[in-house]
């Protein structure tokens, strides 16, 4: 290698001798160029081989010559790296979910409800102040259910939407139960599925005919299911109060509540069959169609604003709040009733379905008005389907549990009216009611060939 790095450099010398020993004349002849720029290539030359030798003698080496050392960041420095994303994290989830609306301008009164009942105990204000503090966290459960479906699917992501909307009154339910407040949990899941089929389906279907002036199309088959649902569960919750009326039960009382719990335990089972017919074996009788009745994927410019642990982590934090906020409300209820001077039925049928299905009023509508009416009926339809065949024998599997007589005997008059209700609801999806709306069946078409424009 010496022998090689000597012949080199004896070669560079012989081919500039006359750089420093000749005159200006022959320095300015052959070799003209600047003396700078000759000794330039000189070291350059000198460099190079300088960097075979010892990338030849000792590999290791050469990566002292890659300049200066990069040093990699510290871990105190990266630490502080991670603590300030997450910081940013949290403080612009915080800023989406509660300062992006309007509507979460009462989140303060729930806070000032509990102040009330603890100082003043004033049973009216408490309710009034709870109801108003538990329609923001309504609407921001659906919210944050929402951006959960985004990474779960369209399918599993409407099933957490009717699920968690129906939450709030879920958790009012199992607070009255405790509360031995029975009636006030049937009237207050009557009111809900009265509430979702009559005015928040039919408020859907106007709201959209105003908005288009064509007809608007939604999938049969989904609703075809749900309408065979609810008519399931009006039949458990007739059988009972049919059983009461006509006195032929052998053992008043314990057979009627027999009777329910048994109910209860084959409704559960029919909605978890459901669920997996939703699911898995016919999901695809849940997505969306089109005008022409081709089914569709849904909007894909859409995208989360918040991430997916985000989300779980505020749905915990709100049904937690929720939760607290019900308690406190089932609570005033008898109390508001006597200050207020109304009657506790038009409180639990009307006021609270309508605090508990705020959300999903306004989506609904909202959705309709966008053409996009399956999405509607999901939401109106779906949630009376799972209030009925999942939250009522859910309460009265809890009652049991409790040892609360929660039964589904609704009394005659509120039964007829879920049973005619489900009948003109039924009887709506299977035929053009309206010109504002006109069903598609999928499979009636899917033997017809696209038309290519």
């Not at 000794?39 to 200066?68: D, I």
């Not at 510290?74 to 603590?83: E, G, H, N, R």
């Amino acid at each position: 290698m010496d022998r090689c790095c000597c012949l080199g450099i004896a070669a560079l010398a012989a081919a500039t001798p006359v750089a420093y020993g000749q005159p200006p004349q022959v320095r300015n002849g052959w070799n003209s160029l600047p003396s700078r720029t000759l000794m330039g290539s000189l070291e350059e030359e000198r460099a190079v081989l300088e960097f075979e030798e010892e990338s030849l003698v000792s590999p290791g080496k050469t990566h002292s010559r890659e300049g200066p050392n990069k040093s990699l960041p510290s871990p105190a420095s990266s630490q502080s790296f991670c603590t300030k994303c997450m910081s940013n994290s949290i403080f612009n989830s915080i800023k989406v979910v509660l300062f992006s609306t309007k509507i979460n301008l009462l989140v303060p009164f729930g806070p000032v409800a509990i102040l009330v009942d603890k100082f003043a105990d004033n049973h009216g204000w408490v309710f009034f102040l709870s109801l108003l503090g538990i329609i923001p966290l309504a609407e921001r459960l659906g919210y944050a259910t929402e951006q959960l479906a985004f990474f779960t699917g369209p399918t599993v992501g409407g099933l957490l939407n009717a699920t968690f909307g129906n939450a709030t009154e879920l958790i009012i339910s199992v607070y009255a139960l405790r509360n031995g407040m029975i009636r006030v949990v049937q009237q207050s899941l009557l009111g809900s599925i009265l509430s979702n089929m009559l005015l928040v389906l039919g408020c859907a279907f106007f709201s959209g005919g105003l908005v288009f002036s064509k007809e608007q199309v939604f999938s049969k088959a989904a609703a075809g299911v749900n309408s065979g649902l609810l008519l399931m569960a009006v039949m458990g919750l007739l059988f009972p109060a049919v059983l009461h009326f006509t006195h032929t039960e052998v053992h008043f009382g314990s057979s009627e509540l027999a009777l329910s719990r048994f109910s209860s335990c084959i409704m559960l089972v029919a909605y978890a069959a459901y669920l997996v017919f939703q699911l898995k074996s016919q999901k695809n009788l849940y997505v969306p169609v089109d005008e022409g009745g081709n089914q569709t994927e849904g909007d894909e410019d859409e995208a989360p604003e918040i991430s997916q642990w985000e989300s779980i982590i505020w749905l915990t934090i709100l049904t937690l709040w929720i939760s607290i906020l019900s308690e406190y409300l089932v609570d005033a209820i008898e109390g508001a009733s006597v200050s207020l001077k109304m009657p506790v039925a038009f409180i639990s049928v009307i006021l609270l379905p309508i605090v508990g299905n705020a959300a999903e009023h306004a989506s609904a509508i909202i959705f309709a008005m966008k053409d996009k009416l399956d999405i509607s009926l999901g939401v109106a339809i779906g949630s009376s389907t799972q209030i009925s065949m999942f939250g009522i024998p859910f309460c009265v599997v809890v009652g049991w549990i409790m040892g609360r007589p929660m039964d589904l005997n609704f009394q005659l008059f509120e039964t007829a009216t879920l049973f005619m209700t489900v009948i003109v609801v039924a009887f709506m999806l299977q035929e053009v009611a309206a010109s504002f709306f006109v069903h598609i069946d999928p499979t009636s078409i899917a033997d017809k060939p696209s038309k290519h424009h």
